[in-house]
């Protein structure tokens, strides 16, 4: 397995309150990515990083921030979590070359807002 | 648009009966296609990478195949430790070494029955 953590695994919060959900890896991979996982849409990319402290949104970034202060960890905030943001969400890493971008995943995480 | 469609949404299988599930993608330029076994609360886990039309990869008793619009993943004599879904993965053209943009199937849920 790919040295990939999440934390917390599981999550029930209420609407309104703030959200941080944790990456941590240790395979030293520049890029690390941040999916929902909601049935009937896949995996969506939320936002990604292609290295400390550099970010940049995916296609459903709208109420989450993250942020990359080491390598090894990835942080998803939800601001102000609502109902539509209960989802499973993955921590992917990768380190693209010249060939494929290979992601592998961590273990995810269960978020129910209430 | 970069669209990925798989089929069918779930398959039954008796265990030994051979079969296939489709992928079919719309993407401007593939980078490569990726297939992803993923088992109930758990995160995807990478199977095969292929890049070319005409490619083939194997792993026990799967084998995936690539052709210039969709990709089958074979599955030979399937035994219930293969229930699982799977993904397939388009990847668009971007800079090498930089970020290639990945889109994610929906999946096909395999169970095989003893």
């Known amino acids: 397995d790919a040295g990939i953590t999440q934390s917390p695994r599981h999550k029930v919060t209420e609407t309104g309150t703030p959200v941080t959900l944790r990456c941590h890896q240790t395979?030293?991979?520049?890029?690390m990515y941040w999916y929902r996982q909601d049935p009937g849409h896949g995996l969506r990319l939320i936002h990604y990083s292609y290295g400390v402290k550099d970010t940049d949104k995916g296609e459903v970034s709208d109420g989450y921030s993250v942020s990359r202060s080491k390598t090894e960890d990835f942080l998803l905030t939800l601001e102000s979590a609502t109902s539509s943001q209960t989802s499973v969400y993955f921590c992917?890493?990768?380190?693209?070359?010249?060939?494929?971008?290979?992601?592998?995943f961590g273990p995810g995480t269960r978020l129910t807002v209430l | 648009e970069d669209q990925v469609t798989q089929s069918p949404e779930a398959l039954r299988l008796q265990e030994g009966e051979s079969s296939s599930l489709n992928c079919s993608y719309t993407v401007s330029g593939l980078r490569g296609l990726f297939w992803y076994r993923q088992d109930p609360g758990k995160g995807p886990e990478f199977l095969f990478t292929l890049y070319s039309a005409g490619e083939e990869k194997e792993k026990e008793r799967l084998k995936a195949t690539l052709t210039k619009k969709e990709s089958f993943l074979h599955i030979t004599a399937p035994k219930p430790e293969d229930s699982a879904t799977y993904l397939c993965?388009?990847?668009?053209?971007?800079?090498?070494?930089?970020?290639?943009?990945?889109?994610f199937g929906t999946g096909t849920k395999l169970q095989v029955i003893p």
């Open positions: 395979e030293n991979h520049r890029y």
């Open positions: 993965a388009v990847q668009a053209p971007g800079a090498i070494g930089g970020y290639q943009k990945v889109t």
């Open positions: 992917a890493i990768s380190e693209p070359g010249r060939g494929g971008n290979e992601q592998f």
